[in-house]
T-cell receptor
């Protein structure tokens, strides 16, 4: 069974640009979550989607947004990139999210902002 | 607000040792706790998932226990190998944190040949 697929694996962007990251969950999983990982802050929750609805959002500025499609694939977008946005962005899928179901993570997208 | 702490932050042991990694959380109202492994620059690999009603889970040389009332979990690794070298993260799915995992800062493990 295919795992969680994140594309692209690596990205280099310039300050002020915008970027879109993609996540394809495990087949049948309807919950997709996004996390940002940096050496200083560790793993921080960005948002979670279930059946195209955002159910929770972390404490990130409005430049960070996401969406989920009817096939459960999800994208996150960061506009007006800042140097501090450089991080590993991880996507996790779950059958339903919380209440007993574990999460499976993808390999991540390494974003470098220069 | 749920907080998760992992001790120690780093650990170096010789190959073959049995070792214990610790995870504590402040609010016992959790759905489950999950242990992950992360190799440098890579994603998270799920090791064990313990439901709030369970006391332990085992997979191969790994055993994870959960004491919800005291807010503690331990990951026991038997007969450690150099290939076990990685960062180990615990995360709780907490009833006060809808649909997100709360992570500890991790324990960086080095198993020396």
């Amino acid at each position: 069974k295919a795992g969680v697929t994140q594309t692209p694996r690596y990205l280099i962007k310039t300050r002020g640009q915008q970027v879109t990251l993609s996540c394809s969950p495990i087949s049948g999983h309807r919950s997709v979550s996004w996390y940002q990982q940096t050496p200083g802050q560790g793993l921080q929750f960005l948002f979670e989607y279930f059946s195209e609805t955002q159910r929770n959002k972390g404490n990130f500025p409005g430049r960070f947004s996401g969406r989920q499609f009817s096939n459960s694939r999800s994208e996150m977008n960061v506009s007006t990139l800042e140097l501090g946005d450089s991080a590993l962005y991880l996507c996790a899928s779950s059958l339903k999210g919380q209440t007993g179901y574990g999460y499976t993570f993808g390999s991540g997208t390494r974003l470098t902002v220069v | 607000k749920q907080e998760v702490t992992q001790i120690p932050a780093a650990l170096s042991v010789p190959e073959g040792e049995n070792l214990v990694l610790n995870c504590s959380f402040t609010d016992s109202a959790i759905y489950n706790l999950q242990w992950f492994r992360q190799d440098p620059g890579k994603g998270l690999t799920s090791l064990l998932l313990i439901q709030s009603s369970q006391r332990e889970q085992t997979s191969g040389r790994l055993n994870a226990s959960l004491d919800k009332s005291s807010g503690r979990s331990t990951l026991y690794i038997a007969a450690s190998q150099p290939g076990d070298s990685a960062t180990y993260l615990c995360a709780v799915s907490s009833m006060d944190s809808s649909y997100k995992l709360i992570f500890g800062s991790g324990t960086r493990l080095l198993v020396r040949p």
